[in-house]
């Protein structure tokens, strides 16, 4: 096998280096290092190299001075190549230099590159998002006063008042205080522009990660603690107002969190405890809630800038609004409920959470249903929009633990613009699932002058929460207190206030030892109806026991007033007379705006499909008027040498290549090494208008590596005159220099709107090949794009900047952006090459400004195809978008028609054969090409010629095929020959059939008794015909020896070829030779048929009895049948079948082969398999359309049922297409003959090989049965009655529908029955003959009546019946095709069903899953049992007959197998199941445990997952789980079932069975002749384990004796799934054997219901849980920015050798290129074997090189001691196999590192 890498590069080849290719660069440094690292030494073929050139540089001086050559001349040849040496080395070494400054140019770009890449701030990502450098500027530089303050604030008060807060706290102190250097930054800034006048509404994307260090120390308790460090991200809201007139403009800034930002503190001292797994949570999560208290909706930072601000309102404003949410139903959720430990599916108990901000409602769970209907009401307060969003999740209902079935999330800003949004949400992280919710903008109105409609309105509405909407919202702005009452013993209160209206009741905070508090908090409560409603507020102390004041305001006073308010102060009841309390309180009427909906609205259906819209596009006249201009640069000749060698003293060559510019579209050939008549066969395409003016320019230059690339010439050709000429094959002269001219094809393709030369035109184009790969075009596809309509809006509730984005194959065009809509408009056009309309596709995307997608369309050019005038101009709806988003956008497709396509041109045939210039021209062409010096390979023939097929009958005039190869001889593609050419000698060969019957009179060799007694001889033949050899058997003590048996070779007749025949006896030590003779292969010819005594030569006595016989071959089919009933009647001691036809097969060329994985091209080679003969092609080199030209032959024994198969591969290891010919399909070919280009499967569309296969029918003349001489003179003719014949074809026609694969022949033995299904079906096939001259035959019935008197009976062994079950492989799309018979007619005397037993079919498989064990005993001991070790365990499976063995585990007390094993057993078995542990030694393997298990217990319990105790052992426990699979006769859960393969792996590669297949067979009748019984019973039944029930087969065979064929039967399992309860019970026809022959037997196929199957959807499936552990990926690919991007979410169950965890990080390397670019690492999780790192990593990787690179990702251990591994667990990703522009996220297990 050759090697893919590439060769090193000569030193005199550096300057090409450049023009190679990037893959090629690439793996230079590779071949380079492993160049270096190979050791140093002497090398014999270094030194006899050296010895050489010493002798080269020797060998001038000697033969000057022998023939005595003046001095002169050596010293002149010294000198030249002295110059010459020194010229090429001066030009290396510049090389070197420029190389080598490119390289480190390129390094520093890179690195500069990657540099500003890195540093990119994170506002790059959002759009929407500006930088603010400066304000992080400002930060850093006042980020140390800031500590200052911090540090003045915490000594100075927070410390004193912590000290007074408790007698414990009195020794408290800060004792450092350090901000740290790095401030907090500001990663961007969003600004609001659409909110209140009155304010200035920003967003600030804050992250701090700063290392600051704060210490605190209580010396009572002499106690340290503090935090040294912390992390803080999140998006915070600052809104600046009120805005005033006045400096400084801003009167307060409101600060707030819309949702909690990610914290992370790393705590020290006594508070490390807090980074205790578990204790971390806890911590994080109450510092989270008290910066929520103030720093989180609704809670508000407020700093006033102005003083008389009324600060309570600027902390708790009004809110925005209230949304009514109507969670109405969900549909097709999830099913998470399973009964009887799994083995009944159920549904769900589905319930809803929803949360808006810190509200939370929890729905009824509604049980056993998957679309459950809820109708119930909640109401929401609304406090920021855009920002706060709706969250839903959904659960279902468990005592224990509730699943999770899904979320989804809302914008409410969306709500707020639409109004009312009526819609179904489907549920993300779940596989299905969907939620109905109707939600409602509720405005707040300042008024009551809707308050009587609305009260009206809520009674309507109904909800099975059973609570009545609100009409109304109140908000009470608790501000203060004044002169409250003392407490008993006259101390200060600790005031506290609660709040209630109706049944609703809140309390505030806690304001200690003060009679005058400020609360400043606001609360809101919803009120159903403000005339009947109060509001009830009581003062109390802080034990809630003693009451200091209280106040009741009624509602209705509210309703009294202008603005629906009251803010004034209060006298508190039940107090002393000076207590007040100042409250605000503010009503708001909830208003819906209908009014507002069906205008304002864009998410109305009904109001986008009210809108009067264009029903069809308006392009400009000029759309679709485009052309296509087809440039073919074939050639160059006499180009003006630029390469001087020598300094100029030997004029060189060049390297040519051509710039062609057209149109604004720029194209440049490949350079031609050192040749000035280059070949470049290159193709380009461009479209065009036919607008006046523009020009065709074209340059040719020579490529130079250490200068300026040297001109060599120009053209310029009018494109008016390539459009008004149509078609241009010429030479064109170079301009501007002395000599040169170029070959150019310019054609400008005309269009068609009719699809009907489709077919003709992708055919033609097959035919062509270039070397820049090019593939011509077949359509123009013309889209204009014009508007859309109903897009949804933003989730920040503004409309979309819309642009459109089309893709056509790797071809990608797009529109402008327009401005803020809905409704966009483009009116702009695009066009697109269309190579194959059936298989393209047009690809539209709808993002926001490239970012953010909006919707899409897909549309198949094929549709285009079908519709008149090939366009389509309408709506289009958009996927992924709302319901009523459309596009309105024209495609149009135009047919590119070559004018030299077949039967596009009979026009210009006639033209061209009357036109003598064109003749004319066509010679002179012709003798430029043959008086060239080019070198034009085989494949790049510039003038073709056209070779006629020869399956035509209808005969030209010699006149028409000058006038079709003139026309051809234009051609400028390189077309591919429309059929083979072999040689004459191809077919030629023939058969040689020879049979070798008996012996007489041999030598006696064997002596007994040291030669005193005469014995006998084992005597064998050895025939040998040129390279083929055949030895026949040994016949034990025989001088007369019968041996009848048959060979045949195929041969070319030459003449001088002889056959040899060797006799021998078979001796121990040296065998005894017996004589031999030679017969002339010319004498068979001559004579056809030769029966005949041959004497043995060189001993005294013997002869020979041969038949001999030449076949001659026929190209017709008419004696087939004939051949084939004969062939039927032969049988051969060997075992051999006579051939009835011989296939030759010659293999021309393939073309358009694809690419291997590397990217390089294939090493093309051709394997041909025929029954069990395999034949292989050369290995051709590099390139996608290799050629052969070699020729096989086949023997072919039944034409009818045999095929061909041609494999072809790259170097024989990566496949790359494969083409499968029955044999059967040459019958129905005149002369038997397919010669013809055949379409390869597995490749790609355009993929195809060109063969020839020719089938030859033998007509043999041997008519009669060969009879040995002993067994008389009498014959047995073969040949039947012409009635009966034809009687036994007709029935044939009938019986053969049915592919078989045995042979029949008259039976030597009672019959015998085999039955075999397939388990790994393939495309191989069947069986492997026992030797080269065995193949596989299928033979027609034989005519008993006719020869049962004449059968010469053999005696047998007389085995009796027998049947027997076996497992084999059979070629699954060889019986695709397969019919079904018709039931035969049953006599009456034969049941017509089967009668099995009462147990048949009851069996169920028992599935032992083999987890993993724990706490093995150690056996292995070290140093003389000083050093305890481990061992190494494996586990034995015993279950009645059948045993287990798993694979050992080395040197490991908690081993991981993960291994599956099946066994079919009687569900009444009361057997038990053992397991037993043992480590393995090399002499005896010591006993680790064992335990047991009832079957009945697995059988009851149906699913088991446990741990299991060893016995008798002192510790260990192994992880099993058993699963009793149980049969059902239905395929519903088929589909699912046959998942389970992908979803789920084993380490001994075991496969879960899908199904059962019960066969009984109760007896056939009509046997072929037998001499026993031609109607055996068996009454016994077999079952098989089943993989895939759609591929597989069943093969019952029918013998005598297992030696003689009585008959097949193929049944395909997938037969069964279509017949009632998956039965199939009948009389089936046997292939075969005789018409009347048939078999009773009943098939019955069990699906296996497993509990497994319930677990797909769970995503439960059981996995191994001592594992090394998973992590959780997200790998996408940006192609804008052109990278690769890896989020590294978590890792779960990491494998732990401590109890307290591991401290654990992700390293990520991008390989194969280990460098400081392709490594990245997360941060440090410490003490966690579930961390979450939730890291995000971008590498710089081209689109293109993704397939090549993997990604390679551990999980390091960063604690471990240097006695562990540092690496917990590693996986490697081939980006290849991930589809990385839709982005996969998933869980990836860990494996060892050695794996």
Not at 302 to 311: D, K
Not at 607 to 629: C, D, I, R, V
Not at 1242 to 1269: D, F, H, N
Request: proline fraction near 6%.
């Amino acid at each position: 096998m050759q090697s893919d890498k590439p060769e090193p590069t000569e030193p005199g080849k550096v300057a090409e280096r450049p023009s190679t290719s990037g893959a090629a660069e690439e793996n230079t440094p590779s071949v380079e290092t492993a160049d270096a690292d190979r050791p140093r030494g002497i090398s014999a073929v270094a030194v006899l190299w050296t010895f050489g050139k010493c002798l080269g540089a020797l060998l001038p001086v000697y033969l000057a001075g022998y023939y005595r050559v003046s001095t002169s001349l050596l010293v002149c040849g010294m000198m030249v190549y002295t110059g010459w040496k020194h010229a090429r080395e001066a030009k290396e070494e510049r090389l070197r230099s420029a190389i080598q400054l490119l390289d480190n140019e390129e390094e520093y770009a890179f690195r500069k590159v990657s540099k500003i890449k890195r540093d990119l701030p994170a506002w790059v990502n959002f759009p929407d998002v500006e930088k603010v450098e400066w304000l992080n500027k400002v930060l850093q530089q006042v980020w140390p006063f800031v500590g200052q303050y911090m540090e003045k604030l915490l000594v100075e008060t927070i410390a004193p008042s912590l000290r007074a807060s408790s007698n414990h706290l009195q020794t408290l102190s800060f004792t450092k205080v350090d901000m740290g250097d790095k401030a907090m930054k500001v990663v961007g800034i969003k600004a609001h522009t659409d909110n209140d006048k009155g304010q200035v509404l920003l967003d600030l994307y804050i992250s701090y990660v700063g290392n600051a260090e704060i210490n605190v120390e209580v010396k009572r308790y002499f106690c340290k603690a503090g935090v040294k460090g912390i992390q803080l991200h999140g998006m915070m809201r600052v809104i600046l107002e009120p805005l005033i007139g006045d400096v400084p403009i801003v009167g307060a800034v409101s600060m707030f969190f819309i949702r909690r930002p990610k914290l992370d503190i790393n705590w020290t001292g006594l508070t490390n405890l807090l980074d205790v797994p578990g204790l971390n949570v806890m911590s994080d999560s109450m510092i989270m809630d008290a910066i929520a208290s103030f720093l989180v909706l609704p809670n508000r930072l407020v700093v006033p800038l102005v003083p008389g601000l009324h600060v309570a309102r600027l902390r708790c404003p009004l809110p925005r609004g209230v949304v009514r949410i109507h969670l109405l139903e969900a549909h097709n959720l999830a099913a998470k409920d399973n009964y009887v430990k799994g083995v009944m599916a159920g549904l769900s108990d589905p319930y809803a959470i929803l949360r808006v901000g810190p509200q939370t409602f929890t729905s009824k769970h509604i049980d056993n249903t998957d679309s459950p209907k809820w109708g119930e009401m909640y109401e929401v307060i609304v406090h920021e929009v855009p920002g706060q969003e709706l969250e839903v999740e959904v659960y279902d209902k468990d005592p224990d633990k509730d699943d999770f079935l899904g979320r989804t999330t809302l914008d409410l800003g969306i709500v707020k613009k639409s109004i009312v949004v009526d819609d179904w949400f489907t549920l993300k992280e779940t596989p299905s699932g969907r939620v109905h919710f109707k939600l409602e903008w509720l405005a707040l109105l300042p008024n009551t002058e809707q308050l009587e409609q609305v009260l009206k309105r809520n009674e309507s509405v109904t909800s099975m929460t059973s609570k009545p909407p609100s009409a109304a919202i109140l908000v009470v702005y608790l501000d203060k207190a004044e002169a409250l009452p003392m407490k008993k013993g006259n101390k200060e209160p600790n005031p506290m206030v609660q709040i209630s209206v109706q049944d609703v009741t809140r309390d505030s905070k806690t304001c200690y030892t003060t009679v005058n508090p400020e609360w400043e908090e606001a609360f809101t409560f919803f009120v159903k109806d403000p005339h009947k409603q109060d509001i009830s507020i009581q003062v109390k102390d802080a034990d809630r026991v003693q009451t200091l004041g209280s106040l009741t305001i009624p509602l209705p006073r509210l309703l009294a007033n202008a603005n629906l308010s009251l803010d004034q102060w209060f006298q508190l009841e039940n107090s002393d007379t000076a207590s007040r309390i100042y409250v605000n309180t503010v009503l708001r009427v909830l208003w819906l705006d209908e009014d507002r909906i069906s205008s304002d609205v864009s998410s109305d259906l009904a109001a986008g499909l009210s809108k009067q819209l264009a029903q069809q596009t308006s392009p400009h006249s000029s759309f679709a008027t485009e052309g296509l201009l087809r440039i073919h640069l074939l050639a160059g000749q006499n180009l003006i040498p630029k390469d001087n060698l020598m300094g100029g003293m030997v004029k060189g060559k060049s390297d040519p290549y051509v710039k062609i510019n057209i149109g604004g579209e720029t194209f440049t050939s490949q350079v031609i090494k050192g040749n000035l008549n280059p070949t470049w066969n290159e193709l380009y395409e461009v479209i065009l208008t036919q607008l006046p003016g523009q020009d065709l320019h074209m340059e040719v230059f020579d490529k130079d590596v250490d200068m300026k690339d040297d001109f060599m010439g120009r053209l310029k050709i009018s494109l008016k005159d390539i459009i008004d000429s149509q078609y241009t094959d010429q030479w064109y002269s170079l301009s501007d220099v002395k000599s040169g001219r170029i070959h150019l094809v310019l054609e400008w393709v005309p269009t068609s709107s009719e699809p009907d030369r489709l077919d003709q035109v992708l055919q033609f184009y097959s035919r062509q090949s270039y070397q820049n790969k090019a593939v011509p075009s077949a359509g123009l596809l013309f889209v204009f794009v014009e508007q859309a309509d109903g897009l949804p809006v933003k989730k920040s509730g503004k409309d979309p900047k819309v642009g459109v984005e089309l893709t056509l194959r790797k071809m990608s065009r797009k529109t402008t952006v327009c401005d803020r809509t809905t409704s966009p408009k483009w009116n702009e056009a695009f066009c697109f090459l269309v190579r194959d309309p059936r298989e393209e596709v047009l690809i539209v995307k709808l993002s926001h400004s490239w970012t953010l997608p909006i919707g899409s369309l897909v549309v198949p050019i094929k549709e285009l195809l079908s519709e008149p005038e090939l366009v389509l101009d309408q709506w289009f709806h958009l996927d992924g978008a709302s319901p009523e988003s459309q596009i309105l956008l024209r495609t149009e497709l135009k047919m590119l028609i070559p004018s030299k396509c077949p039967g596009a041109t009979e026009k210009a045939k006639i033209t061209a054969a009357s036109d003598p210039a064109a003749a004319k021209r066509h010679q002179e062409t012709d003798t430029v090409l043959r008086s060239s010096s080019v070198d034009i390979p085989p494949v790049e023939t510039i003038v073709s010629s056209v070779t006629l097929d020869e399956r035509v009958n209808v005969k030209k005039t010699e006149v028409d095929v000058n006038e079709e190869k003139m026309e051809e001889s234009h051609s400028p593609a390189i077309t591919q020959p429309p059929h083979t050419s072999p040689d004459l000698t191809f077919a030629s060969e023939g058969l040689l059939r020879i049979v070798l019957l008996e012996a007489q009179s041999l030598v006696a060799k064997d002596n007994m008794m040291g030669g005193m007694v005469k014995g006998k001889s084992d005597p064998y033949a050895r025939i040998s015909v040129g390279e083929d050899v055949f030895k026949s058997a040994v016949v034990k003590e025989n001088l007369n020896p019968v041996w009848n048996e048959l060979y045949e070779v195929v041969l070319r007749p030459q003449s001088g070829q002889d056959m040899l025949v060797e006799l021998n006896d078979k001796d121990m030590d040296k065998d005894d030779f017996l004589g031999r003779f030679r017969v002339s292969i010319s004498d068979i010819i001559r004579s056809q048929f030769i029966d005949q005594w041959y004497t043995l030569n060189d001993v005294k006595s013997g002869r020979v009895r041969l038949i001999l016989e030449w076949v001659p071959t026929v190209s017709h089919n008419d004696n087939l049948d004939q051949v084939m009933q004969l062939q039927s009647r032969q049988s051969y001691q060997n075992k051999a079948v006579p051939s009835a036809a011989l296939l030759f097969v010659y293999v021309d060329r393939a073309h358009s082969l694809p690419f291997k994985k590397s990217g390089k091209e294939p090493k093309a080679g051709a394997e041909l398999v025929f029954g069990g003969t395999t034949c292989r092609t050369k290995v051709c080199d590099r390139s996608k359309s290799p050629q052969w030209g070699e020729a096989f032959h086949f023997l072919v024994h039944d034409p009818k049922e045999e095929m061909l198969i041609v494999k072809l591969s790259s170097a024989w290891d990566q496949s790359m297409g494969s083409v499968v010919l029955p044999v059967k399909e040459l019958l129905s070919e005149p002369q038997l003959v397919l010669d013809q280009w055949v379409h390869l499967d597995g490749a790609s569309p355009e993929s195809e090989v060109l063969l020839r296969a020719e089938l030859k029918i033998l007509e043999t003349k041997m008519t009669e049965v060969p009879k040995p001489s002993s067994s008389g003179s009498k014959k047995e003719v073969l040949i039947p009655p012409a009635e009966n014949t034809t009687k036994v074809l007709n029935k044939e026609d009938t019986s053969s529908k049915h592919p078989t694969n045995t042979s029949s022949s008259v039976s030597e033995q009672p019959a015998r029955l085999e039955a075999k299904v397939d388990t790994f079906p393939s495309t191989k096939v069947v069986e492997e003959p026992t030797n080269k001259d065995e193949h596989h035959t299928r033979s027609h019935a034989a005519v008993k009546e006719d020869f049962e008197a004449q059968q010469v009976q053999a005696e047998g062994p007389g085995l009796g019946d027998l049947a027997q079950a076996t497992v084999t492989s059979f070629p699954a799309d060889t019986l695709a095709s397969a019919e079904v018979k018709e039931i035969p007619k049953v006599c009456p005397s034969l049941p017509a069903h089967t009668a099995p037993g009462p147990n048949f079919g009851k069996q169920g498989v028992l599935r032992i899953h083999l987890l993993e064990a724990q706490n093995l005993v150690a056996k292995d001991n070290l140093m003389g049992g000083m050093v305890k070790g481990k061992s190494d365990p494996y586990v034995k499976i015993n279950t009645g007959d059948v045993t287990f063995k798993s694979h050992v585990i080395k040197e490991n007390l908690n081993p991981t197998w993960n291994e599956m094993y099946e066994v079919v057993l009687s569900g009444h078995s009361d057997q038990g199941i053992m397991f037993e542990v043992f480590d393995k030694d090399i002499d005896s393997d010591d006993f680790l445990g064992r335990f047991s298990t009832k079957l009945n217990d697995v059988i009851r319990s149906q699913y088991t997952d446990q741990w299991f105790t060893l016995q008798d052992v002192k510790s260990g426990r192994v992880h099993l789980i058993l699963e009793w699979v149980p049969t059902v006769s239905n395929i519903q859960k088929l589909d699912q079932v046959l998942q389970l393969p992908s979803l789920q792996s084993y380490k001994n590669k075991a496969v879960p069975s899908a199904a059962l297949l019960f066969v009984y067979i109760e007896a056939a009748h009509s046997l072929p002749l037998c001499d026993r019984s031609t109607n055996p019973q068996w009454n016994e039944s077999f079952y098989f384990i089943v993989h895939d029930p759609k591929q597989q087969v069943l093969v019952v065979k029918l013998s005598s004796g297992w030696d003689q064929p009585m008959g097949s039967l193929v049944v395909t399992v997938k037969e069964l799934l279509a017949q009632p309860q998956l039965v199939l019970d009948q009389w089936f026809h046997l292939d075969g054997a005789s018409a009347d022959s048939q078999i009773l037997l009943r098939a019955e196929l069990k699906i296996l219901s497993s509990k497994l199957v319930d677990m797909i959807g769970a995503g439960t499936l059981p996995c191994a849980g001592s594992g090394n552990g998973q992590v959780k990926l997200s790998l996408s690919y940006a192609s804008k920015e052109r990278k690769l991007i890896v989020i590294v979410h978590a890792c779960r169950g990491l494998l732990s050798q401590s109890k307290d965890g591991i401290d654990s990080y992700v390293s990520l390397m991008l390989l194969p290129d280990k460098s400081k670019a392709t490594k990245k690492k997360t941060a440090m999780k410490k003490k966690d074997v579930n961390p979450e790192f939730k890291e995000r990593f971008e590498f710089d990787l081209p689109e293109e090189e993704t397939r090549f690179r993997r990604l390679s990702v551990s999980v390091k251990n960063n604690s471990a001691s240097f006695r562990s591994r540092d690496v917990v667990g590693q996986v490697q990703i081939e980006l290849a196999q991930i589809d990385l522009m839709s982005g996969v996220t998933d869980w990836f297990t860990l494996n060892d590192e050695a794996e």
